[in-house]
Antibody
Framework: QVQLVESGGGVVQPGRSLGLSCAAS????????VHWVRQAPGKALEWVAA????????YYADSVKGRVTISRDNSKNTVFLQMNNLSAEDTAVYYC?????????????WGQGTLVTVSS | QSALTQPPSVSGSLGQSVTISCTGTSSDVGRYNSVSWYQQHPGKAPRFMIY???NRPSGVPDRFSGSKSGNTASLTVSGLQAEDEADYYCSSYAGSISVVFGGGTRLTVL
């Protein structure tokens, strides 16, 4: 079955950087786009970034553009999210999600998320 | 992009039907049929429920249905069951290769 497992979350000071990973299994990873979506405590889902199946194209929300980089290693079935210059507004659970075959913006499988807390 | 507008909460009795609205603009919901709905139980990951306005992925009960009129999409849950109590989020393709989510709706089953 499809599995996505995020890791790398934790407590980080404002202005510092943090890298998240998403390990995928149960599907042909190299043919699927992957997205990151975050959810601040008690708040709604917010789309963060996406990467094409081969890593050649990346997409970012305006709220993180310039501070966040999404990448992937198809040999390791893993997607990464590097976040720089973090602020309290970045505190959230970060989910990675597999892009559905039915359309770019549809996310058919999600990981359980990893919590990032930005605090001094 | 601004978040899509959903009512904070809706409720219905067991066996009844409820409808959750999701209002966007002519740049997202009104322009594209790439509307999805997700169900999220507390402390859990979202579950993919509806895509392209009114299509159900395999495994989703046919009690869940979607529709769209103009800038507003809707999710209807018929024959409410206790396990339907959850948060529901809509999303839409928003152009320029981006996605916008709604603010979420808490469905309470009475």
């Amino acid at each position: 079955q499809v599995q996505l497992v995020e890791s790398g979350g934790g407590v980080v000071q404002p202005g510092r950087s943090l890298g998240l990973s998403c390990a995928a299994s149960g599907f042909i990873f190299r043919t699927s786009g992957v997205h990151w979506v975050r959810q601040a405590p008690g708040k709604a889902l917010e789309w963060v970034a996406a990467i094409s199946y081969d890593g050649s194209t990346t997409y970012y929300a305006d709220s993180v553009k310039g501070r966040v980089t999404i990448s992937r290693d198809n040999s390791k079935n893993t997607v990464f999210l590097q976040m720089n210059n973090l602020s309290a507004e970045d505190t959230a659970v970060y989910y990675c999600a597999k892009q559905a075959e039915v359309g770019w913006s549809h996310l058919d499988h999600w990981g359980q998320g990893t919590l990032v807390t930005v605090s001094s | 992009q601004s978040a899509l507008t959903q009512p904070p909460s809706v409720s219905g009795s067991l066996g009844q039907s409820v409808t959750i609205s999701c209002t966007g603009t002519s740049s997202d919901v009104g322009r594209y049929n790439s509307v999805s709905w997700y169900q999220q139980h507390p402390g859990k990951a979202p579950r993919f429920m509806i895509y392209d306005v009114n299509n159900r992925p395999s495994g989703v009960p046919d009690r869940f249905s979607g529709s769209k009129s103009g800038n507003t999409a809707s999710l209807t849950v018929s024959g409410l069951q206790a396990e339907d109590e959850a948060d529901y989020y809509c999303s839409s393709y928003a152009g320029s290769i981006s996605v916008v989510f709604g603010g979420g709706t808490r469905l309470t089953v009475l």
